[in-house]
């Protein structure tokens, strides 16, 4: 810019004040005429500010800088070939859009863009230098043949003798400027770390796609999540990608925003003075705000489940079953990565949710697998455990009460998740009915009951013995074996004497004979043992040999009511005419069963009984008529 209006830029001008004042009034008359036809958007009435030199380096003829008005706002020359603006009298109020240059040529919008961000990026500063090489990029952008390498420049700086790296500055500066041109883009690459953790890659990007340096970019993080480490929410954007560490602080989405509130459109503002022959001012840059954002999703629901075991596979009636839960969150069939079990960001503790343990039974036959549970299977009861997280929990304990088949099925219903609101976070899960860890089998227990047809018997006869059956289970359950289907009465004996009670059979117990009843619930009464043959005392032990389903049992051997003593055979009563005992002989077997109820209380045949008392009443009217007839009388 000239220092004084006898400097000339590229050609001889004639000082102004010398002007006659008619040819003043001409040249102003044809300026408003010319500026009334000029294709300039956004025309505004002149200002009365005034612009003076500020930051820059005086050359040899002119100088090279920024101006500032006396309100603190700085601009730039932009017509080298014109005057400076201590001769452009008024600036009208502004102007902004695509620059045209003062030979009607239109910047391209890469030109514009590079020429706004120059502006915003150093047209601000305070250092001499640096304005400087501003001015001089400004000039190479704006004014016709000033281009770098043109002949019009490189008279200019061989005419100013600036230094060399003032010059070289302000080519640098030309080159980002239009590799930093705008529009603008803002990156935001985001990915999920673990535990909790994000990072985000920001950069901004020109038309060309390379990162911007020197804007201002800002963070702010929506939702519970927060900037994390040494993060900042404010900073100037490089070369390099700027890494962002975010952590979830709670239960939810958000997002993360991040805004370059000031970037360099494709665009400036500039000042037209009120001659035409004075070098208009470029104001500023135009700014546009470009944002973007990343969500941050939500966390997932994940899928708890439960492997579970009974406590006890086999077990007796009345005794109590438990449940054994092995914990986890369930492995996905998609091949997708695994969902863990949820933490509650910040305080680390897991969700916890119940299992609900339902025991049914008791089943008749072996539950089958399936989905859901059939309908009309009766219910032990339900049993509820919390657990907090992944592990092994044992569930509360419930009685099996009768024979049969039970088996547990799980549930775990979302809404008992704690704390409540990460109930939206937990699958239902139900197990299946049926499953062969989960059942617990309890056999039946037959009970029986036994008594013999007699106690006291002679040698030659036989008993039977009457036997009740209870606690069986349905013929269905036994396995096919035909001994699961009989109950064996076993007969030990001639023993010497009445046995004594006890649990197993004695060594050398003799097994006299054997017979089968029924193996079912109800009243039998078995086929005769083989007939006595020797006396003694006899014992009968029923056994059932039980199967798979149905434990075995042995009853006592030495039973009362399963015992029998057996005397010999009474011998015959005499008949001989001569024989006249003066007293009525007993009759009966004077063995070990002699002086006992025989007739009442052995069981003897009724035949046997009467062909005695026969033989008794006419043995008594033989001697009562032998009697009568010695003594001459008859019986009255």
């Known amino acids: 810019m000239p220092l004084k209006p006898a400097v000339r830029p590229l050609r001889p001008r004639s000082n102004p004040r010398t002007t006659p004042l008619p040819t003043a009034i001409c040249i102003l008359l044809l300026a408003v005429l010319l500026l009334a036809h000029q294709p300039l958007p956004g025309y505004a009435a002149p200002t009365g500010r005034e612009w003076r030199p500020a930051s820059g380096v005086h050359g040899a003829e002119h100088f090279v800088g920024q101006y500032r008005n006396n309100e603190g706002e700085t601009a730039y020359c932009t017509d080298f070939e014109r005057l400076s603006p201590a001769h452009a009298g008024a600036y009208d109020g502004g102007h902004h859009g695509g620059f045209i240059r003062s030979d009607g040529t239109r910047l391209t919008e890469r030109e514009n863009a590079g020429l706004s961000y120059l502006l915003h990026r150093w047209g601000g500063t305070s250092d001499n230098a640096t304005a400087a090489s501003v001015q ?229 036959a072996p539950p089958t697998l399936r989905d859901a549970v059939p309908h009309g299977t009766p219910q032990v009861g339900t049993v509820t455990t919390r657990v907090n997280g992944p592990g092994t929990y044992n569930t509360d304990a419930l009685e099996v009460p009768t024979p049969g088949w039970y088996v547990w099925t799980e549930t775990i219903p979302s809404e008992s998740a704690l704390p409540a609101e990460a109930a939206k976070y937990v699958r239902t899960w139900q197990s299946r009915f049926g499953i062969t860890e989960e059942t617990t089998f309890v056999p039946w227990r037959p009970s029986i009951t036994t008594r013999l047809s007699a106690h006291e018997a002679f040698v030659g006869e036989s008993v039977t013995d009457s036997v009740t059956v209870d606690g069986l289970g349905p013929e269905e359950t036994f396995d096919g074996k035909e001994a699961a289907r009989q109950i064996r009465l076993s007969m030990y004996g001639p023993l010497p004497e009445r046995p004594v009670l006890q649990s197993a059979i004695p060594p050398g117990a003799r097994l006299h004979s054997e017979t089968m009843v029924p193996a079912s619930n109800g009243h039998h009464v078995s086929k005769h043992f083989a007939p006595f043959t020797e006396p003694g005392c006899y014992t009968v032990v029923a056994s059932f040999a039980g199967d798979s389903h149905t434990d075995p049992l042995t009853t006592p051997f030495g039973e009362q009511s399963e015992t029998i003593c057996v005397d010999s055979a009474p011998a015959p009563a005499a008949s001989s005419p001569a024989a006249e005992p003066s007293e009525p002989q007993k009759v009966g077997n004077q063995g070990p069963a002699a002086g006992r109820e025989q007739l009442a209380q052995t069981g003897v045949r009724t035949e046997v009984a009467a062909g005695a008392g026969l033989l008794l009443l006419g043995t008594g009217l033989a001697c009562l008529q032998r009697r009568i007839r010695s003594s001459g009388r008859s019986p009255s």
């Open 136 to 364: 001089l990029a400004v000039w190479a952008l704006t004014s016709p043949g000033m281009a770098w390498g043109s002949s019009g420049m490189d008279r200019i700086l061989q005419a100013e003798k600036l230094p060399a790296a003032v010059i070289q500055q302000a080519q640098v500066m030309t080159s980002a400027a239009l590799t930093n041109a705008g529009p603008y883009e803002v990156h935001i690459d985001l990915a999920e770390t673990g535990d909790g953790l994000y990072t985000a890659g920001v950069s901004v990007r020109g038309t060309d796609g390379n990162p911007v340096d020197g804007l201002t970019a800002e963070a702010r993080v929506t939702g519970p999540f927060g900037l994390a480490g040494n993060s900042p929410d404010s900073w100037t954007t490089g070369e390099a990608v700027e890494q962002l560490t975010l952590e979830r602080t709670g239960l939810g989405a958000g997002t993360l925003e991040v805004a370059i509130p000031r970037t360099p459109a494709a665009e400036v503002e500039w000042l037209i003075p009120s001659r035409t022959d004075a070098q208009r001012l470029l104001v500023a840059a135009v700014l546009d705000r470009r944002d973007a954002s990343a969500a941050l999703a939500d966390l997932p629901a994940f899928q708890p489940v439960v492997a579970t075991r009974t406590s006890a596979a086999r077990t007796e009636a009345g005794s109590e079953v438990h449940d054994v839960l092995t914990v986890s969150s369930a492995e996905p069939t998609d091949g997708s990565e695994p969902i863990p079990w949820l933490v509650i960001p910040g305080s680390q503790e897991p969700v916890s949710v119940e299992v609900v343990s339902t025991l049914w039974g008791p089943l008749a």
